[in-house]
């Protein structure tokens, strides 16, 4: 109490109120979250504004205002300027005096923003008080140029075995997930998050996940499971729901993408995941209609494609000069019924470095993660994968590719051949040793020895519909009685011949007890 | 040509001109557009006229608010850089301002009252 007595003492004896200075313009108009301002006549394109609400108000009123509301401009037009306001539209009132603030719209950043939920403007959400005081970051910066970045050659592990085999994700890669709604798009976003947990310390990415036009209801699920598994202590979530202003909305990616760049620049690892970008774009329409800006193809503004590609290209690998750091970017688009043709869905396929694509169709069948691996695609590749999972992962896809020429033939089991009648069963094999339950990633060894005892024929000889659970019962082995092999690929990344040896004969001794 | 690069000229025009002076000013007016061919574009201009003039008016006016509302002769002198060349001074009462003054032209603001600086001490209090 007495040392904020003293701060106390120490601001009012140092108080000199000296008069200041600022460039002042007045709203003529407001409505839709848009307010029409005269004047400003020097302020710059995405320019932070302050709305004088003090105007008329007592000293006393004037303090017990809290949340100071401030605007982002927009359109610079020949007499007025016009400005998205950032807060609740009811505030500004027409005649209100409106101040430039000289620089653009930036956010407080700080290490103390691991674990909370914030707004699109960096401000707790959660109710866990105050964040500590940061840096302050522009929203808006230029991505990192060639020279600046290093190639990707280090595995994000999702712990999904579909995907760190078949579609291996890269730290500073840009891979899409893109599906029908209810697939599965954001439990695969989510399990990646989870499978941070088994990654040290030293090397685990921060995980940012910006959740754009999402309902509050289920973000807040979210934060509950995060929190629930221990996830949350290396993770932030932006938050700009469906209740909020359309320009919140707008700035939710931008503002994950700043927190993210914050950590990749102090040579860390960071993941940002985007969900999802077809309701970002949705408000930015809404944004851009509002301020007169012509419409395009499906009333989208004419750069829909840019506002994109600039979030997305600030995704990097940074050369060691730069620090070493990484932002992962894993964008999510909703597509309708299906069709991967329509104008956003082909625009951010076109940016990103890969796609995952989820289907309704394999959902249905019982197949999770619903992922189509034949039209989904990582341009990073097996770069991105580390020795042993290479070594077990190029077999596995080539026995699926196989697989899915001969599915059709499916129907017709008893007239084919018995080396075609083996690969058909060696695929469904496969395809149900690849599916996984919600919020049970893997870590890399587990999946390393569970895709090699699917390639090497361990599971021949068992039933279709209880895969999934031996598969379970030979990780439990694995782990409570050859540790030490699993420790090994782990630590070395790699399947040497004698750990090959070591996991074959665990894996043979396992099938032989259980048989 | 659009109707707001006629109505400044006009205004401009106007601008110290008596009112006796304003049909002759429009008649040649009309003609200019009929020589354009821009007659439809008349009743455009004279919209366009009227808020220019005001936003003019508007631009010519500077407000002083003090607590008490008497204007400080010492303030226009100190600050007289930043008056338009003429100017109509408008003095307001403004007993919110606790203290001080506030000196509003058209798109600036001199604001040295008591209520900004007592605020800003406040939340620098308040964010310590």
Known sequence: ?515 | MRPTYYAQALAGVLAGKEERDLKGILVRLKEVLRLRGHQKLLPAIMRACTLELIKRERASIVTMRTVSGASQKEILEQYGEMLPKEYTLRAVADPTLASGFVLETQHRRIDASGKRALRELYQKILVQ
């Open chain 1, 1 to 515: 109490m007495q040392t904020i007595v003293e701060k106390i003492k120490k601001e009012l004896e140092a108080f000199q109120p000296q008069p200041i200075e600022e460039e002042v313009g007045t709203v003529i108009s407001v409505g839709d979250g848009v307010a029409t301002i005269e004047g400003l006549g020097k302020a710059g394109m995405m320019e932070m504004i302050q709305f004088d609400e003090s105007s008329g108000k007592s000293l006393e009123s004037a303090l017990a205002q809290k949340e100071t509301l401030f605007g982002m401009l927009l359109n610079l037009e020949e007499e007025t300027v016009k400005a998205v306001i950032l807060g609740e539209g009811s505030r500004v009132t027409e005649g209100m005096k409106v101040k430039r603030l000289g620089r653009v719209l930036s956010i407080p950043v700080s290490d103390g923003m691991l674990g909370r939920v914030v707004s699109a403007l960096g401000e707790p959400l959660d109710g866990k008080g105050d964040i500590a005081e940061g840096v302050e970051r522009p929203l808006e910066r230029i991505a990192y140029g060639v020279i600046d970045r290093a190639p990707v050659n280090t595995p994000l592990q999702t712990g999904i075995k579909a995907i760190d085999a078949t579609i291996p994700i890269g730290r500073g890669q840009r891979e899409l997930i893109i599906g029908d709604r209810g697939t599965g798009k954001t439990t695969i976003t989510i399990d990646t998050i989870l499978n941070q947990k088994s990654i040290p310390e030293a090397t685990r990415p921060i995980c940012i996940y910006v959740a754009i036009g999402q309902k509050e209801s289920k973000t807040a699920r979210l934060v509950h499971e995060l929190a629930t598994r221990g996830a949350l202590s290396y993770s932030i979530i932006v938050t700009a729901s469906a209740a909020e202003s359309a320009a919140l909305q707008f700035l939710a990616p931008f503002a994950g993408a700043t927190i993210g760049e914050y950590f990749m620049e102090k040579g860390k690892d960071a993941l940002v995941i985007y969900d999802d970008l077809s309701k970002h774009a949705v408000a930015y329409r809404q944004l851009s209609l509002l301020l007169r800006r012509p419409p395009g193809r499906e009333a989208y503004p004419g750069d829909i494609f840019y506002l994109h590609s600039r979030l997305l290209e600030r995704a990097a690998k940074l050369s060691p000069e730069r620090g070493g750091g990484s932002l992962t970017a894993l964008p999510i688009i909703e597509t309708q019924e299906g069709d991967v043709s329509a104008y956003i869905p082909t625009n951010v396929i076109s940016i990103t470095d890969g796609q995952i694509f989820l289907d309704t169709d394999l959902f249905n069948k019982g197949m999770k993660p619903a992922l189509n691996i034949g039209i989904s695609v990582s341009r990073v590749g097996s770069a991105a994968q580390t020795k042993a999972m290479k070594k077990v992962a190029g077999r596995i896809k080539l026995e699926l590719a196989q697989f899915r020429e001969l599915e059709a033939f499916m129907q017709f089991s008893s007239d084919l051949d018995a080396q075609t009648r083996e690969r058909i069963e060696k695929g469904e094999r496969l395809s149900a040793l690849l599916t996984q339950n919600k919020y049970e990633p893997l870590p890399l060894a587990q999946q390393v020895a569970s895709i090699y005892a699917g390639v090497n024929g361990f599971f021949d000889k068992t039933p279709l519909l209880k895969i999934s659970e031996t598969e379970k019962r030979l990780l439990t082995y694995l782990e409570n009685n050859h540790a030490k092999v699993l420790q090994k690929i782990a630590e070395t990344g790699d399947l040497a011949a004698d750990t090959e040896t070591e996991l074959k004969q665990a894996i043979e001794s396992f099938f032989k007890a259980m048989a």
